[in-house]
């Protein structure tokens, strides 16, 4: 069908069209060829711009034919120029034409005017530009189908309907696991870690109450997976101060504790080795032995400015151990912590 249209078209119009087309077409793929170093591809491009190359050099003998026409008496098919014609005498010479004395003078025909094929083609190259052009910048222009196949950054699940431990009844209320999601999963984040790329793959929250306290103790906890980072923010409303932290890390096994002020609240840093369980499902056997997982830092800051129990504890690590820097790490802090309301464990 496409190939009868084009034929129905006049030569001046076809042929700039075949050459914008096949020149566009050509170059573009011969790009991408190089760019993704495929030979099929390279081929493909070569064969457009060798297509390309004979119909502009079809255009060029039309071109040079209309500007040169062929003598009149060698494409008459007698063989015989003017020049070799014999004189005809006065007896063999064609009767003179009458003279009119009266009437209008008669008007020799005026021949139709053929379209100018310089314009023609000159119209068809603007024309079938303009489209090329519309369908080289359509995709950055106008929102592509492939963005519905990117990946979206993992939201917080609502849990407005989840009956909260009773621990989280005081006045004032600690914060809960989904507003710690909501503080820690920021836009930002990526951007903080310095992976601004990534994008977050899993974010959770928990209002959970802390281990060995028979639930009287509060212990949200959010946590965002990035493919170089985990983050994970805790806060505990106990009646621990951090300068009580810093004498029991003396018994544990932190490392590199530095103490600093962070918002104008007492805060400390320190690193310990995660803890790495496998579960093996498949095969219906148990998992193997609980590992040392990746060394993580952690900052941990108090609840409120005059310390009187409780603390906020942002750690990140990653899989290939490799430790944030501590100036990022307190950046997150800051802007994370500033979110959240400042109060003691009461």
Partial sequence: MLG??????PFWVREPLLIVLGSVLGVRITYLAVHDR??????????????????VHAVVRA???RRKPDPAGATDGTGVSPGDAAPLSQ?????APALLTSGPRPRPDTAEKEPNAWLQALAAVGV????????WLGPRVLPSESGANTPKAATCSSAEHEDLPNAYGRKPRPVTGDELCEALNRPDLARLLGTP???AGTVSGNSGTAPLTDGRVAQPEAEIRFDTYTVNVTATYNKLSTAQYVKLMKFGTEKDVRTLSVLG???????????????DLGSGRTGGPVEQGPLARTLTVALDRADRGGYYEITVWSKSGALLEDGLLQSIAEKVLTTL?????G
Avoid: N, W, Y
């Fill in 4 to 9: 009868f249209l084009l034929r129905r078209l």
């Fill in 38 to 55: 495929d030979g099929v591809a390279a081929c493909l491009g070569a064969v457009f711009l060798v297509f390309t190359a004979i119909r």
């Fill in 63 to 65: 071109l040079r034919a």
């Fill in 91 to 95: 007896a063999q010479q064609p009767p």
């Fill in 128 to 135: 079938f530009g303009a489209i090329a052009a519309a369908m």
């Fill in 197 to 199: 790329e990534e994008i």
């Fill in 265 to 279: 609240r007492p805060a400390i840093f320190s690193s310990d080795h995660t803890m790495k369980i496998e579960f």
């Fill in 341 to 345: 309301p400042e109060q003691a464990a």
